[in-house]
């Protein structure tokens, strides 16, 4: 009988599942369903709520539809019946917090509790804790903690304890209702296993915890605010896994809703990228992988520590046992892409697309692919949800210069392209410069899979061959290869994490190869784009994080 191991990956608009020979690495069966709230940014639904600029929610329901839906089409879609999955591994946008009760009921599931928008999951990308990010990173600066050079010198409102902040101050009561404050790639290894198991890789990464100091410290936590000195014993965990690790095993409750039998190994969770780097094959220093979808995410491997400014962290065993495992990366890419798609290309692009039977990407894409590298004119700073690397602020925004009233729709989309690009240029040479050599660059994700222009852009403009991940689907994949291990080799898969993805990961043929020509244009274009980077971006001129404290309702020279 084949052994399959199944992989779900919970994105940010979506929930697939795939499920992977484990001893052939073919993806025999997959499954994908969007959800039915998706970003939560404008009002809560059922109440319509209005919620704030900058928020960004789920609705908890929404992941366990997913899960009933792609599962058992999994299944179908692979022809194998459910006694041939051996494991399960899981990934999840982070970090996505959610308050619960003791026994993991989401707050904002109680009937109560639906008009409170502090009550729902905060989205990976929900920034509305910004102001309480800038409090941790001022008191962290002033007290030498030393957990901060971990993530280059700042923390991001998109991780746990700027969100807890944000709840605690706006909201106590909804921060007194919720006994557990959970990452969501945590919280469904509890669903699925009845077992709280908290992941070195959702802790290292969104909260702070190292495994030789744990998390901050509680005179630093009270420091920030008197309650949050207990939070760490009241409402997170002591006990974090290691990647790797087996979380538990599917209950008979889950695993009939779900048509597998009980008892099946689940792994612990990782972050959805960070899952990418198995599927790729990488087990070795001086491979980065791109991950390139709504946003990015870069991610190498290393064999010592180093802290530098510009990381977004690094964690020991973070990704692969037995490495540092390094992150940056840029918070939108396929998000950048739609925005336009939705706000800035005319109908007579929309009616092209309609007309031929095909998506405004492709439409944008032909056009886009027929212009020369500067022929647009255009230069951007990708910030439209702020910046990740190498700055760390969420509270930039994006800019579009050298506009004219020729200025067409398929030239701001290259500029797009180009700006993400460069975003990418400068943390390979951030990391190069601080002692963390890329000597091979790897690609997967959504965008890496369907938009081919950017990818020969992306190696133009770092002069780099790219190789792309074998798999269409690989932060599913990966997630697979974690549920291979959790099962072992007693259950049909793998003790090691290296081995399973030797076995199950890989990149296909071929590739994306610089041409010199258009590398030496970019080259030139990247020093300009370099001079508005740091003029914008470092304190020359804060005119973006004023026009962000005015849109968000505060005295600009709070945003400054």
Not at 338 to 347: L, S
Not at 355 to 376: D, F, K, M
Request: net charge negative; charged share 25%.
């Amino acid at each position: 009988m084949r052994r399959c191991a199944l992989g779900l990956d919970f994105g940010t608009e979506s929930a697939r599942a795939v499920l992977v020979d484990v001893t052939t690495g073919e993806e025999v069966g997959s499954a994908v369903h969007a959800y039915e709230s998706g970003v939560i940014d404008d009002r809560l639904p059922e109440t319509g709520e209005p919620l704030p600029p900058d928020w960004a929610l789920q609705d908890p329901d929404d992941y366990w539809r997913a899960l009933e839906a792609i599962v058992p089409a999994a299944l179908r879609a692979a022809a194998i019946s459910a006694e041939a999955v051996i494991g399960i591994g899981v990934d999840f946008t982070a970090c996505t917090l959610i308050p619960t009760r003791a026994d993991g009921t989401p707050l904002c599931c109680d009937p109560e509790l639906r008009k409170q928008p502090h009550a729902w999951p905060k989205l990976w990308k929900h920034h509305g804790a910004q102001p309480q990010a800038e409090r941790i990173n001022r008191l962290a600066a002033e007290r030498g903690e030393r957990f901060l050079a971990r993530y280059g010198g700042k923390t991001s409102s998109e991780w746990l304890f700027a969100k807890a902040l944000e709840i605690l101050e706006a909201a106590p009561a909804i921060y007194d209702r919720a006994e557990r404050l959970i990452d969501a790639g945590d919280w469904l290894v509890w669903q699925l296993t009845g077992r709280e198991a908290r992941s070195a890789c959702q802790a290292g990464y969104k909260a702070l915890w190292s495994r030789t100091e744990g998390y901050p410290s509680r005179e630093f936590l009270a420091a920030l605010h008197p309650r949050l000195a207990t939070i760490v014993e009241e409402k997170l965990a002591t006990e974090i896994y290691p990647v790797g690790a087996r979380a538990g095993e599917l209950t008979p409750a889950a695993a009939a809703r779900l048509g597998l039998r009980p008892g099946i190994p689940v792994g612990v969770a990782i972050i959805d990228a960070h899952a990418a780097v198995p599927a790729a094959g990488i087990a070795e220093p001086g491979k980065m992988l791109l991950i390139l979808g709504t946003s990015g995410c870069h991610l190498l491997l290393g064999r010592e520590e180093r802290s530098f400014p510009g990381l977004c962290g690094v964690v020991q065993d973070g990704i692969l046992p037995g490495f540092f495992g390094y992150e940056a990366g840029q918070p939108a890419t396929g998000d950048l892409l739609a925005w336009q798609t939705r706000a800035a290309v005319p109908p007579e692009y929309h009616d092209e697309a309609a007309r031929r039977g095909v998506s405004i990407y492709r439409v944008l894409e032909e056009r886009a692919a027929a212009l020369r590298p500067g022929e647009c004119g255009l230069l951007a700073l990708d910030w439209w949800n702020g910046n990740r690397s190498i700055l760390m602020d969420a509270d930039l925004a994006g800019v579009l210069i050298g506009l004219t009233l020729e200025t067409r729709a398929e030239e701001i989309y290259r500029a797009l392209i180009e700006a993400t690009a460069f975003g990418t240029r400068a943390i390979v040479e951030n990391f190069e410069r601080h002692g963390c050599p890329v000597q091979e660059l790897y690609a997967c994700g959504g965008i890496a899979e369907k938009n081919p222009l950017l990818m020969q852009i992306y190696a133009d403009v770092l002069g780099r061959p790219i190789h792309r991940v074998r798999s269409g689907q690989a932060c599913a994949v990966g997630a697979a290869i974690l549920g291979a291990v959790a099962a072992g080799s007693a259950g049909g898969g793998y003790d090691r994490l290296l081995d399973a993805a030797a076995a199950m990961g890989g990149v296909e043929a071929g590739g994306f190869s610089p041409d010199p020509a258009a590398h030496d244009r970019y080259t030139a274009l990247y020093g300009e784009w370099l001079r508005l980077h740091d003029y914008f971006g470092r304190g020359e001129n804060p005119v973006l994080k004023r026009l962000r404290a005015w849109r968000a309702g505060r005295r600009p020279e709070e945003g400054s």
